[in-house]
């Protein structure tokens, strides 16, 4: 059930994602900073306020998230989202030969399965992390989910595989017609920076399981 509750819950939990307050994701969106401040979501009256439809779409818009996945942070991972399985690997492996195609699209059978909400994406997939490479963001044992059909834009969180096999879940800060600038997570971690032609594929990770 749709509740005033549920949309104030999923929107503090987008600005959660990309590290941002509320005020940080009104800002990022181009809204009033104050426009998702807790203040402003009882009236003084206590009539429960909600958010504009035209400031939910601004925050998909900046954020790039789909609707789909709105509603996925609105239910917190549960509820009355259709459910489907997607295919589950290791990091370690993802660098293998034979699990991807060119454009990053898994191919084959016999991966292990997890369930997860359906985004939509038919070649969506899983990926465990491995390690603390990537602390604070994601913890060893993390799901992430990828979407290679999701379009990518600057701030995105994304997973990266080079053509020398290196596979890497990172901040896409800069891409360029010749260049790709990749922000480590864990700042112990220095960050990459590539040629465009060395990079084989990049998706973007849509939701993480922690």
């Known amino acids: 059930m749709l509740s005033h509750a549920h949309i104030w819950a999923a929107i503090d939990r987008l600005a959660k994602r990309y590290q941002l307050s509320p005020s940080g ?5 181009g809204l009033d900073p104050t426009t998702f401040n ?22 998909l818009e900046a954020t790039n998230a789909s609707f789909d996945e709105f509603l ?7 509820g009355s989202l259709p459910q489907r399985r997607v295919p589950l690997i290791g990091f370690a492996q ?39 490479s990537m602390l604070p963001v ?34 896409l800060a800069r891409k360029t017609a010749t260049s ?10 220095e960050d990459r920076h590539f040629n465009l032609e060395d990079i084989e594929w990049m998706a973007r990770i849509v939701w993480a399981s922690q």
């Open 25 to 29: 994701l009104a800002r990022r969106a």
């Open 72 to 78: 996925i942070l609105m239910n917190n991972g549960e």
């Open 180 to 189: 790709v600038t990749l922000v480590s997570f864990n700042p112990e971690h």
């Open 138 to 171: 994601y913890r060893d044992g993390d799901t992430i989910i990828v979407s290679p059909a999701a379009g990518i834009r600057r701030g995105d969180r994304v997973v990266t595989k080079t053509r020398s096999g290196e596979v890497m879940a990172k901040l």
């Open 94 to 132: 993802a660098g293998g030969g034979g699990f991807f195609d060119d454009g990053g699209f898994p191919l084959g059978g016999g991966w292990e399965e997890v369930d997860f909400p359906d985004i939509r994406d038919e070649n969506a997939y899983a990926l465990e992390i491995a390690g603390d």
């Open 38 to 59: 807790k203040s402003k979501r009882i009236a003084p009256d206590g009539r429960r306020r909600w958010p504009s439809t035209e400031s939910l779409a601004k925050i």
